[in-house]
Nanobody, 122 residues
Framework: QVQLVESGGGLVQAGGSLRLSCAAS????????MGWFRQAPGKAREFVAA????????YYADSVKGRFTISRDNAKKTVYLQMNSLKYEDTAVYYC???????????????WGQGTQVTVSA
């Protein structure tokens, strides 16, 4: 079992930066692949980024490549999403997710956080 709690959301101007954090509970955090998703008003939830258990491989949606960076600290049981050059269209609720399987974490992960709001003003 993994419980996830996101933080770091807020209001930022276009072109600015935010760093989201996701704190996990559970003794086997280091064995889980972790991901970030987002859901904008009126839209379906979409994949943003994922990272394997070791942190050695990362994956990104095309819309955020070059602007967002996912990382993790297994000692702190925390995964991060550094968001730079934010755009108005990045406005959404951002969710942290976890699953033992990388293929699953980018699609239908087993565990979800409650979400944190990111609002980018134009």
């Amino acid at each position: 079992q993994v419980q996830l709690v996101e933080s770091g959301g807020g209001l930022v101007q276009a072109g600015g930066s935010l760093r989201l954090s996701c704190a996990a509970s559970g003794r086997t955090f280091s064995l889980y692949s972790m991901g970030w998703f987002r859901q904008a008003p009126g839209k379906a939830r979409e994949f943003v980024a994922a990272i394997v258990w070791s942190g050695g491989n990362t994956y990104y949606a095309d819309s955020v490549k070059g602007r967002f960076t996912i990382s993790r600290d297994n000692a702190k049981k925390t995964v991060y999403l550094q968001m730079n050059s934010l755009k108005y269209e990045d406005t959404a609720v951002y969710y942290c997710a976890a699953d033992p399987n990388l293929v699953v974490v980018v699609t239908t992960p087993d565990y979800w956080g409650q979400g944190t709001q990111v609002t980018v003003s134009a």
